[in-house]
């Protein structure tokens, strides 16, 4: 059966003939350089109408050092970290409002469009610029420290423009973000100045209110003084004038009987004299002898007349005079009168003595950005351009269309020779 292959097909053999094919190959040198220049070159092509390979910038921060730290708790109410301080940081760092920001306010619309060109969407267009910028923690360790930094990248088609940005980036956040702290110290003292200040008027209103109380207090009980007091006097007048009354009662009958006992002229001079002669009547110094033979019935309307004419008992009332020193003592009361006079409270206050020296204290302070750092640059942007795959293309052009040329050439070869193989047997 073979035998009768091998004479149905006398040319077809089992071995590769190398010479052959590199004859082969040798007469298709045109064609093979030819297809591999054209596949060649449409990889230029192609590879030229690629845009520009992108860059790249990276910079890195750490958190800030210890000094930055001290130099903001310096001022009252923080007690900020290097964590707490870096947190906000990155934070702000991430903000696209702030990246916006900071894009506008640098005016990189004119830096990437120099031209002025037509945008159809600013808005777009800027946060296209934006959306490459990354933030990512790093496993590097920078000015053999053990921290890690954190890395902010960001891609661009002009390395100068990105890295520029990505400075100005981390400065206004580092700004920023201290002014922040800044800012939340000012609101803390304001906070703490009008919680002073109303604690203050708190405690001046309470002692305000127990002082009015205590003077208040003071003259119900001066007042209570005072009627007692008055309560007396009218008491000893009443009984003055009573004693007065029955006085002139008293001594208008005995002078009516002492007139209608013929007794005029009094007889004092009379006892006088016996008690210094012997008399059969026996009077001695102890005697109660009536007042209408005392006196005499003249003398004792003299005295009806002075009762009757008098206007006032109180010069004859001795306790009146005790009763209205205490009256003008009560009505005069020192306490009252320093209570009453003092226009300030607050000496007599330790708790707001303390108040006002704290609140001097907080109005002193002026907080100020300089010494402090919400970050450490451990590397300045760098931009760097991306390998692009241009030469790589042109390589892989040109070795797929040698391959290829090969490979049809041998095509070629192998339709052609089953187009002439027929005939020759033929003609044998």
């Known amino acids: 059966m073979n035998q009768n292959n091998q004479e149905k097909y006398p040319y077809q053999t089992d071995e590769i003939d190398l010479g052959k094919i590199a004859k082969l ?14 596949v060649t070159l449409l990889g230029i092509v192609y590879a030229l109408s690629l845009p520009p390979s992108p ?35 990155l934070r702000k760092l991430s903000e696209k409002e702030f990246q916006k920001k900071v894009f506008y306010e640098n005016d990189y619309l004119t830096a990437l469009n120099p031209e002025s060109e037509p945008i159809d969407d600013v808005e777009d267009y800027v946060l296209g610029f934006l959306g490459s910028i990354s933030i990512e923690a790093s496993d590097e360790i920078v000015d053999s420290l053990l921290e890690s930094p954190y890395s902010i990248s960001m891609e661009g088609s002009d390395g100068k423009i990105i890295s520029r940005f990505l400075n100005e980036l981390v400065v206004s ?67 003055a004038k009573k004693e007065r009354l029955n006085d002139i009662q008293t001594l208008s009958a005995a002078a009516k009987l002492a007139g209608s006992l013929g007794i005029v002229e009094n007889n004092l001079g009379q006892i006088s004299e016996s008690k210094n002669i012997n008399l059969n009547i026996e009077i001695n110094e102890n005697a109660d002898l009536p007042e209408w033979y005392l006196f005499g019935e003249k003398v004792l309307l003299e005295r009806v007349g002075l009762l009757k004419s008098r206007i006032s008992d109180d010069p004859f009332i001795p306790e009146l005079v005790s009763l209205n020193s205490q009256i003008h003592e009560i009505q005069n009361n020192n306490l009252l009168q320093t209570l009453e006079d003092r226009q300030d409270d607050s000496p007599f206050i330790a708790r707001v003595n303390e108040l006002d020296i704290e609140r001097v204290n907080l109005e002193s302070i002026i907080p100020e950005s300089s010494g402090i750092d919400a970050m450490q640059l451990a ?50």
Do not use: C, H
């Open 25 to 38: 190959l040798k007469e298709r040198s045109w064609f093979i350089l030819g297809f591999t220049g054209i």
């Open 173 to 239: 956040a580092n700004s920023e973000t201290v002014n922040d702290f800044i800012n939340i110290t000012n609101q803390k003292i304001a906070i703490r100045l009008d919680q002073v200040s109303e604690e203050r008027r708190l405690l001046l209103t309470g002692a305000q209110n127990d002082r009015l109380s205590k003077i208040l207090r003071i003259k119900e009980e001066d007042a209570q003084k005072i009627r007692e007091l008055n309560g007396l006097i009218k008491r000893a007048k009443y009984k």
């Open 55 to 89: 860059y790249v910038s990276i910079t890195s921060v750490l958190s800030p050092n210890q000094s930055s730290v001290l130099s903001l708790n310096r001022f009252p109410l923080t007690s900020e970290t290097s964590e707490t301080i870096f947190i906000n940081y």
């Open 379 to 428: 590397q300045p942007p760098v931009a760097r351009q991306i390998p692009n795959s241009r030469r790589t293309i042109v390589m892989i052009s040109f070795v797929v269309g040698f391959v290829l040329s090969i490979f049809l050439a041998l095509m070629m070869y192998l339709f052609k020779e089953d187009d002439t193989e027929p005939t020759t047997k033929t003609s044998r």
